[in-house]
């Protein structure tokens, strides 16, 4: 399965110069966060598709306006092609967003929502990919408060071991050389 991850800035090589064909092959759009969402409801169609998401610090239009097409997976777990597929968005509190207003969680919050979802993936054997907005901690985020990555993670990719865990929020362009691909045992991680 071939697999689209997006998060954070728009590409214009697929919207703004975008040119028929360019998402052929494409199996799957996963997003984490902070997209525009005529972004993401252009990949869906353009790219015939499925589009799942999860939301960022940034994106708190989505309540009024949803991307068209696009499924969010929020705190839920989903199947495609027979990839189980688990969606845990925003980031850290310690910014709020000047746009919408809203306040991002809390490591103890985001232990709430996983221990919440346990039972699912115990129920469904695990999961294979988790779509994040911000990293895990130790793993491509930063020291900067909402920057950090979530601890909470760590014992979820260690008691499940997916075999991905896709995430955002830190954008490559804030330090040269930053990996994009990181492993933590049977995890890759990856920075879309």
Sequence with gaps: MKILLVSDEECLYLWDYYRPGRLDGIDLILSCGDLNAEYLSFLVT?????????HGNHDGGYDKHPPEGCTCIEDQGVCVG?????GLGDS?????????????PDEREMERRIRR?????YRTGGV?????HAPARGYGDEDSRPHQGFAAF??????FAPQYL???????????????V???????????
Excluded: S
């Design 46 to 54: 353009m790219g015939r598709a499925p589009v799942l998401y999860v």
């Design 82 to 86: 027979g990839l189980r597929i688990l």
């Design 154 to 159: 760590l014992p979820l990719l260690d008691k």
């Design 117 to 121: 979802l346990r039972y699912r993936l």
């Design 166 to 180: 896709v995430h955002g929020h830190v954008h490559t362009r804030y330090g040269v050389g930053r990996p994009r």
């Design 182 to 192: 990181l492993q933590r045992g049977g995890t890759t991680i990856i920075n879309a």
């Design 128 to 132: 294979d990919i988790v779509v994040t």
């Design 92 to 104: 850290r509190k310690g910014m709020k967003d000047m746009l919408n207003g809203w306040v991002n």
